[in-house]
Structures are given as C-alpha cells and as structure tokens.
C-alpha cells in the first residue's frame, strides 16, 4: 500500500505564520495610530519650525581670510553671528548648498603703500540661504559703522562690504531634514516595541514551543512573524514618504528610483531593528522591562543621531559617538539618497557600518535567544 501523505510544505507553513502575524497586527487600532497617524503628526509639527523664533547667522571665513583686523573681532563679537571654523572644504559647500551656512566670507587685507590700508569684506552665498542672506548684509553694514564710529577722530583702516555674490542652488527645505529622521524615530521604535512585545508573549503562552516542537523550521518562525512585523512598518515608511512628497515637498531627487532606494535602506535598518527586538525579548524577565531596554537602546539615538537637529551642535568628542550609531548612518544615507540624489550603492561607509551592527546583533541574538 503507497503511502499517500505529502511532505511537510515549509513555504506553506511560512506563509500561513506570516499572514496571521499580519492580521493580528491590523487587528489593533494602537499599531496603526502610534505606527503612521504619530509620525505625521511629528512631521507636520517640525516640519514647520524653522520660521519662528530670533534670527541668527552661521557663517564661514575662507582660509586666507585676514582675522587681526578690527572688523574680524566684530564679526566675533555680534550676538547673533556664529563663526564655524571648517577642515574639510567640500563639507563647508556642501553646508552652504544646503542653507547651512549663511555665507561664506573672505577678508582681504589691502597692503598697497599708495592708499590707505582697507578690508574688504567678499561675501558668498546661494539661494538655498535667501531666508536668512537678506537680513545678514545689514547687519555686516552695522558691524562697519559702528567700528568707524568707534574709531571716530583717529587714524583707522576703512572697510569695504561688497555686494554678496549668490549662487543659485536647488532649495534645501527644513523636510528634507526632517522627514528622515522621522523615518528613523517612527521604525526604531515601532519595530523595536512590536517585535520585543510579540516575541516575548508568544513565548509566554508557549506558542513559540509548540512551533518549535513542529515540523516547521526554526528560521521560517522567526522569519514568518518577523516579516509581517518588518512588512508593516515598510507601509508606515511608504505613507510617510508619499504625505512628505506631494504635501510637503519633500525632495525625492530621482523620482520612483529615490523612492525604492529609500525603501531597500528601510528594510536593512528593519532587519537590525528585528534583531534587537528579539535579544530584548529573550532578556526580559518580565513584559514591565521591555519598555525601559528600549529606552535605554532607543532615547540616545533618537537625541544623538541627527532625528530631529544637526549632530553638529555637539561637542567634537560627542560627533564622534554619535556617528557610530546605527540610526545616525540610516539618517545620513536618506538623506544623502533623498535630497543629494546619491545611489544606495554610494552609501557604503553607512551602510558598511549597519552590516558590522547587524553580524554583532544576530550573533547576540543567536546565544540568547529563547523558545520557552
């Protein structure tokens, strides 16, 4: 007599896991809210700031610029001036391309005996700036006549502000800052809460030991709950980038190919995120301790890694932490992707760094991983 029973289809077993994860997903209102509802609301709120509040200008010397001049110590000593000092210049342009920067500025010393000693002021901007440029030349004219004022009655060098040159560059609006870094804020969190949470009650009820005592392969468990976790978030990501674009203008340089990119760096964070998710679910001893080992992993890199300002108002030893961190490298490569129209492929020191992230996760992952 033939035995007439089908081997064990893992896909099948797969696809069935998947499909319920999903459902069970949909099936609360709180994942939907907190997962895509939240972060347009976040985008909306700091997608506007930038406006308010008092004026202030970053500005740039060129390196041959002369600073033992009375008008470089007024330029230090104007409130609402900030000078930054730079060492790589393709950052300085790259700053003052994307509204960074105010200007750049270049004071030349005139030595020649035949006239008397001036310091013209060269200013260079674009119009990635215009916002801020307008009001800037004012105050540098404010600066000049308040030294000559001083100086009134004695012999002083005179001071020539020229008219600024402004470059026309492709406007670097405050969304296309903000809204990757809230793709990053809304995934870290999201992914890490539902993963941990889902992993850790399943273990709980002991429906991880009965697929683990199944015919069904370990890694398709994993795989089939986790990929419906991944899938979801990768829908919330999908919204936020479409409301962003057609509502907000954010900056999609190369259309649908900017768009999948973004995706497929999407799913690489997803996949870190997943791994530490489930180390954290394996590790609590209670679900009261999910919430404060994400905090613990999540907060630092939702303040240290560029989500909502620029690392760069950090302490020099500070950048240096920061830069190392998983969600600093998905934020800059966004970016980097969105706005500077870069491919995924030129992304390789970031995504270099989430790969040496990832073997470091999973092989945690691996030794402390529970079924029971």
Known sequence: MKNSQQPYSQSRALWAITRASFKAIFSNPSAIIFSILFPIIFV??????????????????????????????????????????????????????????????????????????????????????????????????????????????????????????????????????????????????????GVAFTFFNLREQLVLKRFYASPVNKINILLGIGMSRLFFQLLSVVVLILFGHFFMNFTLQQGIFTFLEIIAMTIIMLFLLMGVGLIFSSIAKSDTSIPLLINLFGFPQMMLSGTFFPIEVFPKWLQEICRVLPLTQYNDAVRKISFEGLSIFECWKEIGILGIWIVIIYFITARVLKWE
């Not at 470089?72 to 210049?89: A, E, F, M, W």
């Not at 215009?130 to 001083?150: C, H, K, M, Q």
């Open 44 to 193: 909306l709120i700091f997608g506007a700031f930038g406006s308010g509040g008092g004026v202030s200008y970053r500005i740039a010397l060129t390196p041959d610029s002369d600073t033992t001049n009375d008008f470089y110590q007024g330029l230090k000593q104007t409130p609402v001036i900030r000078i930054v000092s730079y060492s790589d210049s393709a950052l300085l342009n790259k700053d003052l391309q994307k509204g960074k920067l105010t200007a750049i500025l270049t004071l030349t010393r005139n030595e020649d005996t035949a006239q008397k000693p001036e310091i013209t002021v060269k200013v260079n901007s674009t119009t990635a700036s215009a916002n801020t440029i307008g009001s800037f030349i004012p105050v540098l004219d404010y600066i000049r006549l308040r030294i000559e004022t001083a100086n009134a009655g004695i012999e002083q060098e005179s001071i020539a502000v020229e008219e600024p040159v402004i470059k026309e560059v492709r406007k670097y609006r405050q969304i296309d800052f903000i809204l990757p870094g809230q793709l990053g804020f809304s995934i870290l969190f999201a992914t890490l809460f």
